[in-house]
């Protein structure tokens, strides 16, 4: 493979990254090639010692979502996150991609019995004040006891969701390195 679909398969798989960053990157691996060449290698040589293109832009895409994810807090960047650590392989299509969906699933429960509680109280509360109700008291006390229950809930939701996701990601990140072989600490 020379330079030149080396690049231009990186550059198609790079899709997802940021045009800035796209151009440094194709920089930097034009720079190898030039420095491999000075060195007397050929171009299939260098692309060889590189290794699969496809493979390398998954990995950098992978890499620049963690890092979006990690600066702007929200679902959307936590998925693009999830889904690109899962593209990397099988094995992470296992260890990533499970346990994302179990704690998204619990994540979403909460915050839904959370809303499920306040609504519920604030219908019988309604229900109390169009006098719909044999007893009244009663229905304001449920009222009281759910309604409080369920902001309970969401303040707890809300304290654990920025620890969450920081563990998430770290989680993630720590699956990467175990993935590409790396020593982990």
């Given at each position: ?11 198609h ?15 930097d691996?034009?720079?190898h ?5 000075l ?9 060889k010692e590189?290794?699969?293109?496809k493979?390398?832009?998954?990995e950098?895409?992978m ?5 979006q994810?990690e600066?702007q ?15 990397l ?9 499970g ?19 306040f ?9 109390a ?5 044999a ?19 969401g303040?707890?939701m ?28």
């Amino acid at each position: 493979m020379n330079q030149k679909s080396f690049l231009s398969k990186m550059k198609h798989e790079l899709k997802g990254v940021p045009q800035k960053e796209q151009n440094e990157i194709l920089s930097d691996y034009t720079e190898h090639f030039e420095a491999g060449k000075l060195e007397g290698r050929t171009e299939d040589e260098i692309a060889k010692e590189l290794g699969d293109p496809k493979i390398i832009a998954k990995e950098l895409l992978m890499t620049s979502r963690l890092e979006q994810a990690e600066q702007q807090h929200s679902f959307t960047n936590i998925m693009r996150a999830v889904l690109a650590t899962v593209s990397l392989s099988f094995f992470n299509l296992v260890i990533v991609l499970g346990p994302a969906i179990a704690l998204f699933a619990i994540y979403i429960t909460m915050w839904c019995l959370s809303a499920s509680f306040f609504l519920g109280g604030v219908a019988l509360l309604f229900n109390a004040l169009l006098g719909n109700s044999a007893s009244p008291l009663i229905n304001m006390f449920t009222f009281s006891a759910l309604s409080g229950l369920g902001l309970i809930f969401g303040v707890g939701m809300a304290y654990i969701s920025k620890p969450l996701y920081k563990a998430t990601i770290r989680y993630m990140k720590w699956n990467v390195k175990i993935a590409k072989g790396e020593q982990v600490a």
